[in-house]
């Protein structure tokens, strides 16, 4: 599968952005992940198809919102009141197949992986 990821930027703390990530078919799982300068990459949310199930990382719990678009095999993550710790490279990926809820925030879940899209969050 290949994957698109746009929508970063440079933004102040406190403000929004949308990233969106569009998929070249069709995946059962599809999740945003994010790395910060010399941090490893973690998990930051997932969203199945059917039956449509999200979950997120405490962080960002409240804040961020992952979201859909099954027609278009497209996966959004809107990201509201911002901050500092929130700057990083931020990478969508997908599975095609299903698999065990527990496993779904691991990296080596996942099949397919964007290129990444910076986000820099100013204090």
């Known amino acids: 599968v290949q994957l698109q990821a746009s929508g970063g930027g440079l933004v102040q703390a406190g403000g929004s952005l949308r990233l969106p990530c569009s998929a070249s078919k069709h995946a059962y799982l599809m999740a945003w992940f994010r790395q910060a300068p010399g941090k490893e990459r973690e998990f930051v949310s997932y969203?199945?198809?059917?039956?449509?199930?999200?979950y997120y990382t405490d962080s960002v719990k409240g804040r961020f919102t992952i979201s859909r678009d099954s027609a278009i095999n497209t996966v959004y993550l809107q990201m509201n009141s911002l901050r500092p710790e929130d700057t990083a490279i931020y990478y969508c990926?997908?599975?095609?197949?299903?698999?065990?809820?527990?496993?779904?925030?691991?990296?080596?879940?996942?099949?397919?992986w964007g290129q990444g899209t910076q986000v820099t969050v100013s204090s």
């Open positions: 969203v199945t198809s059917s039956p449509r199930l999200t």
């Open positions: 990926a997908v599975r095609v197949n299903r698999i065990i809820t527990s496993y779904m925030t691991r990296a080596g879940s996942y099949d397919d």
